[in-house]
């Protein structure tokens, strides 16, 4: 008689409730890292834009205060008496988020298919929110030209 190898039903039992249990306990973990994940863009999307709008007031500076200012990827920007984007509307908003930055995520004023942030205008503040995740913008005043992140 030939001895048979291989495992017992009650092996692979214990191997399943020991998976299950560590599965029940990382996934909390995986969940978490896609929140974290559209916050680290967001906040480098404000980083990027907060740095688009400061070199838009030091080339406005830098060329003695003209109405518009020419971005280094060609875009024109117009600017306030006080050097900072000019923003009056919803799609003015859309016009500096997409004039002062390089390949910048897809911004609208209204939400669909592609669009990253959807462009808001409450005087005289911007606010883009990000589709993915709601709670999640990015703000810029243009009277000082601060640029935030809320999450």
Sequence with gaps: MR???????????????????LAATALPRFINVTNDAYKAAVAGTAGGFGSGIALSHALWIAKNEP?????DGGSTVNMTATGW?????????VSVWDGVMQNPPKAATAAGTGIDFVAAYTAPT?????????AMKVTYNGTTGNVGFVN
């Design 3 to 21: 001895k048979q190898e291989g495992f017992t039903l009650i092996e692979l039992v214990v191997v399943i409730v020991i998976l299950g249990i």
């Design 67 to 71: 109405a518009t200012v020419t971005m």
């Design 85 to 93: 984007p000019s923003v009056a509307s919803a799609a003015d908003c």
């Design 126 to 134: 911007c606010t883009f929110t990000y589709q993915k995740n709601t």
